[in-house]
């Protein structure tokens, strides 16, 4: 006997190398036979593979797209760099015109980030 699945509409797919289906069971109304477990699939089902297929393509254009631009050794230094000068203001401190200026390359870096992330949000949402 081949495989046997049931789709999502309670619908029962023999995979039988013989050619011959199992026999039914209780609760089953019809068993198809099919050559492929594609075959087997609904095509409610199939629409919702193809969607999360789309989505994770999206949201991995995005991430290549993200480190691209910043890999993440470049972000966790611009992490580390930023708690550094929000500390200094914390505590009293005025940042000097080169610390403001890496505060400005870090939020415009940050802000591109935020772009590639809408756009794909927009994306997955046309999907």
Do not use: C
């Amino acid at each position: 006997m081949g495989t046997v699945i049931q789709n999502a509409e309670g619908n029962v797919y023999s995979f039988a190398h013989s050619g011959k289906p199992r026999e039914l069971r209780e609760g089953e109304s019809y068993i198809y036979d099919v050559a492929t477990i594609e075959d087997a699939k609904s095509e409610a089902q199939k629409t919702a593979e193809a969607t999360a297929s789309a989505v994770k393509a999206i949201k991995v254009k995005a991430g290549a797209d993200i480190i691209a631009l910043a890999p993440e050794w470049k972000q966790r230094n611009a992490l580390a760099r930023m708690l550094e000068l929000v500390n200094k203001k914390v505590d009293g401190g005025t940042l000097t015109a080169e610390e403001d200026a890496e505060v400005a390359v870090v939020e415009s870096l940050w802000a591109t980030v935020k772009a590639i992330r809408a756009q794909s949000d927009i994306d997955e949402a046309a999907v």
